[in-house]
C-alpha cells in the first residue's frame, strides 16, 4: 500500500468515526441546547421556528420542538394547533435523555434530561416561573414517554 493510500484510508476512517459520533450524540446535544435555555422564556424565538408564528402561552411543547430544530432533527414538522407534534412519536417504558415526557395534567410535555432511578429529570419549557426550568419528578407521575429514537 502506498503512502498517499494510507493517508487516504485514515482520513477515511477519521470521517466515518466523526460520523458515528456525530449521530450517536444527538440526544446529548438534544439535552444540551435545552439546558442553554433554563431561566430564558424567547417563546418568540421559539414559536417563530416550531409554530410559523408567536406564542406567548402554552409554548412547553413548542419548546421541545424548537430543541429538536437546533439539533437537526424533526426539521420539516410544524407544531399543529390542538395536535402538537409528539403523536408522530412512538411512546417507550424506557425513556433515555432528549425523549419527552408527556403529563395529562396541564398537557404538559418536558424533555428528559437523565433518569434517576425511578425519577426523571426534566427540562420545562414554560415552567417554574414562566421560563425553561428543571424539575425532578416520579416516572409514575408521568402520563407517558415518547421516544424519539425514529428521529435519530
Same mark, same amino acid.
Given at each position: 500500500?502506498?503512502?498517499?493510500?494510507? *493517508?487516504?484510508?485514515?482520513?477515511?476512517?477519521?470521517?466515518?468515526?466523526?460520523?458515528?459520533?456525530?449521530?450517536?450524540?444527538?440526544?446529548?446535544?438534544?439535552?444540551?441546547?435545552?439546558?442553554?435555555?433554563?431561566?430564558?422564556?424567547?417563546?418568540?424565538?421559539?414559536?417563530?421556528?416550531?409554530?410559523?408564528?408567536?406564542?406567548?402561552?402554552?409554548?412547553?411543547? *413548542?419548546? *421541545?420542538?424548537?430543541?429538536?430544530?437546533?439539533?437537526?432533527?424533526?426539521? /420539516?414538522?410544524?407544531?399543529? @394547533?390542538?395536535?402538537?407534534?409528539?403523536?408522530?412519536?412512538?411512546?417507550?417504558?424506557?425513556?433515555?435523555?432528549? /425523549?419527552?415526557?408527556?403529563? +395529562?395534567?396541564? +398537557?404538559?410535555?418536558?424533555? @428528559?434530561?437523565?433518569?434517576?432511578?425511578? &425519577?426523571?429529570?426534566? *427540562? &420545562?419549557?414554560?415552567?417554574? &416561573?414562566?421560563?425553561?426550568?428543571?424539575?425532578?419528578?416520579?416516572?409514575? +407521575?408521568?402520563?407517558?414517554?415518547?421516544?424519539?429514537?425514529?428521529?435519530?
Amino acid at each position: 500500500m502506498r503512502r498517499n493510500d494510507i *493517508i487516504m484510508l485514515a482520513g477515511l476512517t477519521t470521517l466515518v468515526s466523526s460520523a458515528i459520533y456525530f449521530l450517536s450524540n444527538k440526544r446529548s446535544r438534544l439535552v444540551k441546547v435545552a439546558l442553554g435555555e433554563v431561566g430564558k422564556a424567547r417563546t418568540s424565538v421559539y414559536s417563530l421556528d416550531a409554530y410559523g408564528s408567536e406564542v406567548d402561552k402554552n409554548w412547553c411543547g *413548542i419548546f *421541545i420542538l424548537w430543541a429538536l430544530h437546533q439539533v437537526g432533527l424533526a426539521k /420539516d414538522w410544524k407544531w399543529e @394547533v390542538g395536535k402538537g407534534f409528539i403523536y408522530k412519536l412512538n411512546t417507550t417504558l424506557v425513556p433515555k435523555p432528549g /425523549d419527552i415526557a408527556y403529563f +395529562n395534567k396541564l +398537557n404538559h410535555q418536558a424533555l @428528559v434530561k437523565s433518569v434517576e432511578g425511578d &425519577n426523571v429529570r426534566l *427540562i &420545562n419549557g414554560n415552567g417554574m &416561573n414562566g421560563v425553561v426550568s428543571e424539575s425532578l419528578t416520579p416516572k409514575k +407521575n408521568v402520563t407517558a414517554f415518547y421516544s424519539i429514537e425514529s428521529l435519530l
